[in-house]
């Protein structure tokens, strides 16, 4: 067989779009990974990382943590907060453009970590609190799902193209079956959702729906 360029654009199209990772999802396997969804990320208009979308999400988001909840399914988040002096982070972060220091600033922003009041961790509940993108990155997740016995890993939150789809490869990488909310993780621009879901499609994670994610864990 000869591979044309046509064939092989139309086989990455077709995996961009419609591709499917082949494995099952088994309820008992499963943890729910809430990623970001903190009062900066959250709350309507108090800093310039508001993600609406994330705001406007949060029922979903909500019913699907009660649905895991119910289903015996640990739920852990994570969050940004000061750790360790802001000395456990990648050292170019403070260089980055999403910083938005033509914005200003508030010591307030990022000192807690707290997590958007309707869907507060319960107390048996783990927290993660992460100094960068992925939330494997330096911190005890893998460690955790490993002693819960959890093979695979349901993603929510923000945002989509950064801290979810980073997590969502970590998870790859480390030999976790990734599932990967399409409609429950936001990003500050909405163009940029599909684009990042059809990368993660293709070679990283099995992409659903909310509805789909909550059909197959019942």
Known sequence: ??????????????????????????TSKCALIVIDMQDEFVKPKWTPFWVPEATNQVPKIKKMIEVCRGKNIPVIYTAFKDTHLFKDRPKTGQLMPNRYPHLGNDPLWFNEGKIWHEITPKENEVVIFKPSYGAFFNTSLETILKNFEKDTIIICGTLTNYCCGTTARQGYERGFKVVFGSDVTSTDIPEMQEPELQVLRKGFAKVLDFKSIIEKLK
């Open 1 to 26: 067989m000869k591979y044309t360029e046509d064939i092989v654009k139309k086989a990455a199209i077709n995996a961009y779009l419609n591709g499917d990772v082949e494995f099952e999802i088994i």
